[in-house]
């Protein structure tokens, strides 16, 4: 049984920076694509950015592109997400993922496992 274990939510203020962390574990994650979703109170949760374990190939929702960064360490089973450039509409609870198989974007149905979410509050 796999598990992911999220870290480096916070506060920060508009246009600041955040990095969060996500330890992966009980499995080999070779074949799998991990990914970032996120949800904000009263929406759906939507996919933010994800990263092929094997090969590193990324793919990023248009709303986060060119102010996060996903990647992955594979000696220690971490993948990570620096944000940067940060706004108050990425305020959410940041969900880390693991989806069988190689995916670019994801739906909400796609991962397999998910972590517990950690909380980013931006504000203005």
């Known amino acids: 049984q796999a598990q992911l274990v999220e870290s480096g939510g916070g506060l920060v203020q508009a246009w600041g920076s955040l990095r969060l962390s996500c330890t992966a574990s009980g499995c080999t994650f070779s074949s799998y694509t991990m990914g970032w979703f996120r949800q904000a109170p009263g929406k759906e949760r939507e996919f933010v950015v994800s990263i092929r374990w094997s090969d590193g190939v990324t793919y990023y929702a248009d709303s986060v592109k060119g102010r996060f960064t996903i990647s992955r360490d594979n000696a220690k089973n971490t993948v990570s997400l620096q944000m940067n450039s940060l706004k108050p509409e990425d305020t959410a609870v940041y969900y880390c993922?693991?989806?069988?198989?190689?995916?670019?974007?994801?739906?909400?149905?796609?991962?397999?496992?998910w972590g517990q979410g950690t909380q980013v509050t931006v504000s203005s």
């Open positions: 993922t693991a989806a069988r198989g190689y995916y670019s974007s994801m739906s909400a149905d796609t991962p397999d496992y």
